[in-house]
Structure formats: C-alpha cells, structure tokens
C-alpha cells in the first residue's frame, strides 16, 4: 500500500447559519469544492458538501485508517521480532546475516 502524501492542513470556510440567507451562491460553490461548516450562535452547528467532496473526503478518510492499520501491524512485528532475538544491529551483522541464511560463503 504507497504511502498517503502528507497534506499540509488548510483552514476550512466557515459561515454563520444566518449566511445561508445571504451568501447562498457563496456557500454552494465553496462546498462544491471543500467542505463547508456552518456555525450557529457561535459554536459549530453543520457541514456542508457536495456528494463528490463528500465522497472523496471519504475515500481520504478510508486510506488513511488502512494505512494507520498497516502501519500499526508493522510496528507490532517489530515488537515481536525484537522480543524473539529476530533483529541485527550494524550494516556488517545484517550481511553477515543475510550470507548465512542464503549459504554465501565468501
């Protein structure tokens, strides 16, 4: 599975809910690009999105959980190879290793 490219955090348009009335055009092109959050008295209320941003955030969101998954199994192998005697420090005891195991003995 290839690494998920990091995304440098953006700041994401907010609109008070009494800007639906007034910046209708505004808020749906925005949420046709990007999610959209609409706040209420102050406090976050509502997202809004079009279907294609929301399944792309989605699919984003999925990515990032399998590798978050993978990544975790492979630090848990690690774990347990280091805990069995299964690791080599040094770039010569890791040759040596790696001669012995493919019978190279030269």
Known sequence: MPVPAYEKPRTTPIYSFAALKTKQREIKDRAAEEVVHITENGNAAYIFCSEEVLALEKAKAIEAA????????????????????????GAESAIARMREAWGVND
């Open 66 to 89: 399998l590798f978050e998954r993978e990544l975790r199994a492979t630090i848990e192998e690690g774990r347990e190879d280091i805990a069995a005697g299964r690791y080599t420090v």
